[in-house]
Structures are given as C-alpha cells and as structure tokens.
C-alpha cells in the first residue's frame, strides 16, 4: 500500500503511521522527513555507547564507524509504513577499534565483513544506542573460541566428610561474569554447613589452584599453620568459618561453570568455559626449608639413661608465590608476586631421664645448627640437666650439721670436706644466689641462657639477678679438669 499521498491537503506527505528507524514521518514531505530523519542521527551518534570486549579488555567503538543510508530509507517509505534504517559499516575505523584491544593482538583473526553485517542488524533502529560487542564472536572459523574445560585440579588424599556434599552443591555453580566468587558464600547459596575446617582448607587449596590457571583474580587467600599432605608449599589456601574466606574476581565478559566432584578421598574441580587465549599459571620460586629445633624434657620419674621421642619434628618451608600471564609465543607477559607463604617448623620433642647429659653435640640435636631447647616436663615442678651444678663455698663441708639448704651430699667417710673425690680438685663454684631457695627440683635451661641452675631432688637454686655477666649456657665440668 502507498505510504505516499495527501494529507489534510498537503500534497507528497508519507501517509498516518509512516515510521522510518522508529521515527515517525507521518504528514511530512520528503524535505521535511529528511531533516527530521538527519536530526535523529545527529542525536543517535552523540548518545551511542559502543564497545568492544574480549575476555577482560574492553575497547571503544566511535559511533562514527557507522554511516545510515538516509535517501533509502526515503524512498523505501514511500511504499511501506515501517522502514529500517540501512546501514554501513567504515571498515578501516572498525579495524582500529580491535586493534585497540591491544593485550592479545587478534586482530587478524576477526571476520570484518561477518561483523560488519551483524553490527548493522542491530543500530537499523535508532533506539539501540547502547551495544557491548563480544569480538571473540566475530572470529573466523579456524579461531572459534568453543566452550571447554579451561582448567582443571585433582587433589588428595583429602579427608572430610562433608566434601561429598560441598562437591554435589558446588558442581554446576555459576562464577558471574565481571563478578566476586566467595566459597562461603557458595555453599551458604546452597544451604551447605560451614563446619569442618580441614575439608574447606581442601576446598580452597583446590580452587586457589583452579583459577590459577586462568586469568581469575584472587582477592582474599589465607594459609595455614601446617602445610597439608595433599599439597606443596606456594599452592594451598585455608578457610575458617569464623575468620577466613577464599574469594576471586572474575574479570572476564564471560561466565565460568564450576565441575566439582569427590570419590575415594580425592577431589577434582573443573571450570568449564570459553578457552583463554594467553596461558596462566602459578609458580613458586625461593623454596625454602626450615629445620626444626630440638626441644627436651627432663622427667624424673624415667629410669636412669632413659629417653623417648614424644613429637616427630617437621620441616617448615617458606615460599615465594607468582602468578604468570604468557602470550601465544611463550613471552612473559606478567609476572605478579601473590606473596610468602611461610608455615614454622614443629619442633621435635624429646623427654629425657633428669641424671642423663647426650654425649656429643649431634645427639643433643641431631639436625645440626641449634642447641637443644630443654623444658620441663610439669610447670609447677622445673627440672635442670643433672650438668647445672649449685654453688658450694670451698672449704665447706657440705655433709656438716646445719648446712645451708641446697648443698651437695655428703662425701664418702675419709673423703676431703669441699674436695671432689673424682678429680681431687675443689667443687666448682658460680654465681647464683641461694638466699632465696625453696624447696622443689631445679629450673630450666632455654635457648642458650641459664634460668636456673639445680638438679638434686628436693632443692632449688635461683640465679642471681645482679650477675648479669653470668647469664650465659653453663658448660658441665669434664673430668679431670679444675
């Protein structure tokens, strides 16, 4: 039916209901419409929002890379009462736009003409002004960007008995595009408790390795005190219900679908997705291992040349952790240092008869490099290394009636008063003050400095806080030697 005719008179005016892109051209001569058409335009390119993305890069597209085909659209109305608007698109300009999407350099993969046509279907009506472009869907057919596993951990043996449940609620899970993922929020999403710290550490360990091999941030990463079996230094993460998260950021334009399952103590995690075009991965470098000390306990009730290893010790490692982003030929692209993981050592704990000194060095520390922690075995009744000596006057017998607290037995009938019948010298003396002995076994030794010195049942000897000169590791007397 012709949309061109009379109305009300006018001769040439586009018939009641003439619209052109949207714009009504009713009543109006070619001239007019023409001018009202060139005024929606002017409007539309001031106000259009384009843009291009790929993955996490977004890029302008300027509005005039399109040019409207107005005498068309004319003459198109002059038949028909609803008219798009043509369109065409300046190669060149939209070639620059990806070309400004500069990270990762695809330019060449891009079906101009495929996208040419697809950008023109969606402005034919002025109303669209505001288009967010997916580039990576006007790729040539040889570079298609298909749905696939982009990552993938497997993780065990790791043992929890709600991860078969966490798994069942986490597989299909959604990580938005442009968006914050939390696991603790996750599985509150899916009415899943939060109780069991050890399996959500496994969770953690296995997502924070997951998203390492994608371009997902991680925002919130914490460690724990022990390094898991089920892992190595640089590549765990912990959860606490109360206090700790996981959370990561998904920068892309895309949305990411978790596969989560768990059988016989091992569980794999899958993000399924578009493939990345550059390679990511975590990487530690520094790994440092930390020897642990020895730590001993004198136990009076152990039989003379006793000793029993209470604890194993454990190394304690301290890594460097980086996350690096590799172009399609291999280059460092960036190399972001995530931070220092560092777990201590769990020292080894050893509980030795109170009348036993080790023989050599390496039997008080067999790692080598530290001298033995020694510890009481009870708080309330310290124990010292039967080495610890009291301080004996010379002269003084101290088998004597009314001897002061503290000394040492009395000697073998015909001995010397105050000489050591086994080196016929006198008996050593140091300077501790015994003005304020009470009853009870000796103090400690720790980290090289005397705390105390005793060792016989009964008696007590406390240093002397004036003597600061003498705070130092009292060696034992060797045989022989005055």
Known sequence: MAAL?????????????????????????????????????????????????????????????????????????????????????????????????????VAEWVDYALFAEDLTSKVNTLSSKRLLIDVSEQFLPAYQLEEISVSSVELGPVSSMYLPQWAEALDGYQVEARSLFSLQDALRENRQPLLDSNGLDGLATGLFQLFGQTNIQVIERHIGL??????????????????MDFKAYNPNHY?????????????????????????????????????????????????IGDKQVM?????????HVYHIERSLDG?????????????????????????????????????????????PTDPNQPVVPPWSY?????????????????TLPSPSPGATPGIDP???????????????????????????????VGGIPGQTWEPNPSLDDYNETIEPPVKGEE
Do not use: C
């Open 226 to 243: 022990t390094l898991p079996a089920y892992t190595t230094a640089g590549y765990a993460a912990s959860v606490s219900p109360s206090s």
């Open 5 to 105: 005719g009379g109305l009300g008179g006018k001769s040439g005016a586009y018939e009641t209901g003439t619209e052109i892109a949207g714009v009504s051209v009713a009543g109006m001569n070619e001239a007019e419409a023409r001018i009202e058409l060139e005024e929606a335009i002017r409007t539309w390119h001031e106000q259009a929002s384009l843009s291009l993305h790929l993955f996490e890069e977004t890029a302008t597209l300027p509005s005039n890379v399109i040019q409207f085909e107005i005498d068309q659209a004319l003459q198109e109305a002059s038949s028909s009462r609803n008219v798009e608007l043509g369109a065409t698109v300046n190669e060149q300009r939209l070639r620059d736009a990806v070309h400004s999407l500069a990270r990762y350099q």
């Open 331 to 375: 280059e460092v692209i960036v190399k972001k240092n995530i931070g220092i993981d560092y777990y201590p050592p769990q020292h080894k704990i050893e509980e030795w008869s109170l009348q036993e000194q080790p023989a050599t060095e390496e039997e008080q520390n067999p790692v080598g490099g530290y001298d033995p922690i020694f510890e």
């Open 311 to 319: 604890i194993e010790g454990e190394m304690g490692y301290s890594a």
């Open 390 to 406: 009291p301080q004996v006057p010379p002269g003084t017998n101290p088998g004597a009636p009314g001897a002061a607290p503290g």
């Open 255 to 303: 949305t990411y679908e978790l596969s989560a399952s768990y059988s016989g103590d091992r569980l794999v995690l899958a993000l399924i997705g578009k493939p990345f075009i550059h390679e990511y991965q975590l990487t530690v470098e520094k790994i440092e291992e930390i020897h642990p000390r020895t730590i001993v306990h004198f136990s009076p009730t152990r039989r």
């Open 422 to 452: 086994s080196t016929g010298g006198e008996y050593p003396t140091y300077p501790y003050d015994r003005s304020n002995s009470t009853g009870g076994q000796g103090g400690t030794i720790g980290n090289g400095s005397q705390d105390g």
